[in-house]
Structure formats: structure tokens, C-alpha cells
């Protein structure tokens, strides 16, 4: 079968009826027409960065493995870029991402920075529970994260990850701040958070020593390092996905399984993305704040007692 809109003709789909996942039933038709109807808002995120897929040839769940150099029998319209020892490919188009699909790759990683930059553009707070039944923790982590963004004037976006958790994305453009920065950004989050809720969050390492508390992992925003995509699928029973929501969505009725590939495809129907700003906002005061706190200047010391 071929893609009918000219841009994509020489993306050809093969078999289109292999089972991708067995519940809900989605096909690979299904799943690439998923693709092309979130591209419009997954590619930006998509574009110029190093791709890392994770691509399940047998479908969900089985065999999985990652893939960060592009395959010699890629066609000749894929890009790639070089990065280190990988020939990554970069998908910056609906054809390279229909391609993709069609390879069975389920999920798409991106590194927080762009080919050829060595700073990120975003800060990204990866809230990632032991387990699904402590998706609450996940949620009080977010919201009281919002608390003090919003107190700082910042601008953050809450998506799921699909998985287990939650994750807060924070576009740094226009900022000048380098990896080193947002590390102290961000383990000023975590130490303000772990302060003031010692039960229940920890920046503990080792998972023998946090219990049943959430993560804040603020070590893992560096170079190399990489985050699910927005509308990315999830390799997991249940076809959830990494989707961006509104920040009134994130409260004690949300639930992972309820933002699926064929829910997400009605939802993007009915709104605009939750996202759709994202590279234009600039959060003109998060380098005042990160020069503050090179300081050692208390910043809202007390901004998470509510």
C-alpha cells in the first residue's frame, strides 16, 4: 500500500493489517494514520534532533530494541547527522516519520538539545514513580512544581509519559542557559521539593533507599541524555501515549489509561494542542532566576508549604 498525498509517495506501508497492538486492537494502518494525524504537532519536536527509536518488530508487547543509527537500507529521502560514534537519523519531515511507523518503531526519544547546539532548549522534570498505582505522587509533584514556576513567572507544560509518571516541560529559548545552568535550576526544584515533603518525594538514587517515595530526578537533564517525544506511543499494553494536557487536567481524576492512540486521535480532533506555543514562549525571568541562584540567594525558600 502507498501513501496517496504526493509528498509521501515514496513511503510505501507493508502490511498494513500486522497486528501492532492486541489491546486495544491497532493495526499498522492504524497506527501510521496515527502518525499522520499527530505529526502536525510531534514533528516540531522532532526536528533536528537525534532521533533514538525503540522499535518493536513484533508488536506490543514483545521483543523490543533501540536503534540510534539509521539502517543502510534506509531510503535515500531519510536524513541523518552524525553525533559521536551514531549515525542518527533525524526526522524532520511526515515521510521520514510515516517511514519510521512502518519500521515498527513504537517510541520516539529526543535529546534535549538540537544537532550541532550544546545547550537545551527546554528543562524537562521527569516525574517517574515506582510504580502505576503511585501515579498520585506523580500528580502532587506536578502541581506543586506549577506552584512555584508560577510564583517564579515561568512557563511550564505538564504531559504524560505514557509509562508511569508525569513530565514538565520548560522551553529555555532565547535564554542562554547552558546544561550546567539548568542543572542548578532544576536541583533547586528538587531540593525545595524534598524539603517540604520529605514522605513522599527523595532525590535518593538508589531505588532500595526511596520506599514508596517518587524520584525527582533532576541528574538525568545533561548531554547525551533523552526524553519521550509529545504524542509519542508508549511501547506498553494498553497503546497509552506521552500526550501533552492542559494544566486543569492534572488533578486526582486523571489516569494514564485513559489517553490512548484512539483516544488521543479524538482528542486532537476537538482541540488545539496543549503544546502549541511551546517554541514561542521565551521565560524571560528563568535566567534572572538561575543567576539568583548561582548567588546562593533564597529564592521562594517556602514556596511549596501550601
Known amino acids: 500500500m502507498k501513501i496517496l498525498d504526493k509528498p509521501l509517495q ?166 542562554g542557559l547552558t546544561y550546567p545552568d539548568s542543572r542548578i535550576f532544576t536541583s533547586f526544584i528538587a531540593r525545595l521539593l524534598v524539603e517540604n515533603f520529605p514522605a513522599d518525594f527523595t532525590t535518593e538514587r538508589l531505588k532500595k533507599k526511596r520506599g514508596n517515595r517518587l524520584y525527582i530526578d533532576y541528574v538525568q537533564h545533561a548531554p547525551g541524555k533523552t526524553i519521550i517525544c509529545p504524542y509519542s506511543p508508549r511501547g506498553k499494553e494498553g497503546a497509552t501515549v506521552a500526550v501533552p494536557l492542559r494544566w486543569e487536567e492534572v488533578n486526582e481524576s486523571l489516569r494514564m489509561e485513559h489517553y490512548t492512540i484512539p483516544s488521543v486521535l479524538g482528542r486532537i480532533a476537538r482541540g488545539p494542542c496543549p503544546m502549541q506555543d511551546f517554541f514561542r514562549q521565551e521565560n524571560r525571568s528563568l535566567s534572572t532566576v538561575v543567576a539568583s541562584l548561582k548567588k546562593q540567594v533564597p529564592v521562594l525558600s517556602s514556596a511549596g508549604r501550601h
Request: aromatic content about 10%; proline content about 8%; some cysteine.
Open 10 to 175: 515514496d513511503a510505501e506501508i507493508t502490511h498494513p493489517d500486522k497486528i501492532v497492538w492486541k489491546q486495544p486492537p491497532i493495526d499498522k494502518a492504524l497506527f501510521i494514520s496515527y502518525l499522520a494525524e499527530v505529526s502536525r504537532f510531534m514533528l516540531p519536536f522532532l526536528e533536528n534532533r537525534a532521533l533514538t527509536a525503540i522499535r518493536f518488530p513484533h508488536g506490543v508487547p514483545g521483543e523490543s530494541f533501540f536503534q540510534k543509527n539509521c539502517p543502510d537500507y534506509a531510503p535515500e529521502f531519510i536524513q541523518t547527522a552524525t553525533v559521536g560514534d551514531h549515525r542518527y537519523i533525524i526526522c524532520n519531515d511526515l515521510a521520514t516519520l510515516i517511514w519510521l511507523g512502518n519500521q515498527m518503531t513504537v517510541e520516539y526519544h529526543v535529546p534535549f538539545q538540537t544537532i550541532g547546539s550544546d545547550r537545551p532548549l527546554e528543562i524537562v522534570f521527569d516525574l517517574d514513580p515506582a510504580d502505576r498505582s503511585d501515579f498520585p505522587l506523580a500528580v502532587k509533584a506536578a502541581l506543586q512544581i506549577k506552584k512555584i514556576l508560577d510564583r517564579l513567572e515561568i512557563t511550564g507544560y505538564p504531559k504524560l509519559s505514557g509509562s508511569r509518571g508525569l513530565q514538565i516541560h520548560i522551553p529555555t529559548a532565547g535564554s
